[in-house]
């Protein structure tokens, strides 16, 4: 099965090795570590950014989706957490550690009965009191490892004061304001984080770890989310640096229209001086003409440049109306672009 499996964000099997008795699956190497040693290990003094969690949130839920959705056959993983998502040196996540995957059935709906395996604090509720697994079994786990990427938190953690030990039941009251989110939110993100970028991963996190299993997205709808509020914060970025551009270049417009003047007064001062030695005038007033007229019209030029190449607002629209109405009436669109009713009491 695994040797079927191909996708971008999955660890890719290169080969089996067989030694006498021993026998080994041979992965490529990913050297950059896990989400969980970047967030709670070894490597937590490297913070992640902002904008590295939304490449891993999207790229690890891309993974899942493939394996839920796309893969012949589905397949659900059934240990899914932040130490099982492998990073590469630009935080490409590669989702790892299918020893206890399951083939899933056809039916979206039908569950395996199967004994309990996964990890303490990310195996979902249902699954864990009937053995029931179902590919929603691994969207609880995803939910669990976004909040992970927007707390900074460990799933189970008893060194955090009384009632803050376990992060689902911790963080799920604080997800739906703005107060409750400055609160939860990793202390270790810088303070200008967009806060409508943290907000609408917050309300996917929340439908992710719905205890009601009919109340969870599928990943290809995760997908889709998630893709809106990356491409949002790649706009976003791409304002503030034609905005930083367009400043910088008014700041050296203003520069050398300064300069120019000084140098303009300090020739100006010297033509008087020549002037009592008879010099020509024709020839001061060409060689001022044609530095001084040259400077202000580059200046004049530029500014006129950049008023052309600026662009207002990229038009996000499409992915507000989106996140409305998810909060407002529960739709959301699939990751095949199609409008459908989302899971009630998810917003």
Known sequence: M??????RNLVKLIGICTEECSRSLVYELIANGSVESHLHGVDKESALNWDARIKIALGAARGLAYLHEDSSPRVIHRDFKSSNI??????????????LARTALDEENRHISTQV??????????????????????????????????????PVDMSQPPGQENLVAWAR???????GLEVIIDPTLAPDVPFDSVAKVA???????????????????????????????DEAKELDSRS???????????????????????????????NYDSEPDIERGLVDSYFFS????????????????????????????????????GESVSERGAIFKMWPGSH
């Open 86 to 99: 492998l990073l590469e040196h630009d935080f490409t996540p590669k989702v790892s550690d299918f020893g």
């Open 2 to 7: 695994l040797s079927r499996l191909h996708h």
């Open 294 to 329: 040259t400077s202000d019209r580059c200046g004049r030029q530029g500014s006129g440049s950049l008023r052309r190449c600026s662009s207002g607002p990229l038009k996000t629209g499409r992915g507000r109306e989106l996140f409305q109405r998810m909060r407002l009436t």
């Open 244 to 274: 930083s551009s367009q400043d910088l270049s008014i700041y050296m417009d203003a520069e050398v229209s300064a300069v120019s003047g000084q140098l303009r007064d300090s020739l100006r001062s010297q033509a008087l001086v020549h």
């Open 203 to 233: 309300a996917i996190a929340s439908m992710c770890v719905q205890p009601e299993v009919s109340h969870r997205p599928f990943m290809s709808e995760v997908v889709q989310a998630l893709k809106l509020v990356s491409n949002e914060c």
């Open 117 to 154: 395996m996964g990890t303490f604090g990310y195996v979902a509720p249902e699954y864990a009191m009937t053995g029931h697994l179902l590919v929603k079994s691994d969207v609880y786990s995803y939910g669990v490892v976004l909040l992970e990427l927007l707390t900074g938190r460990k």
């Open 173 to 179: 009251p604080f997800l739906t304001t703005k107060e």
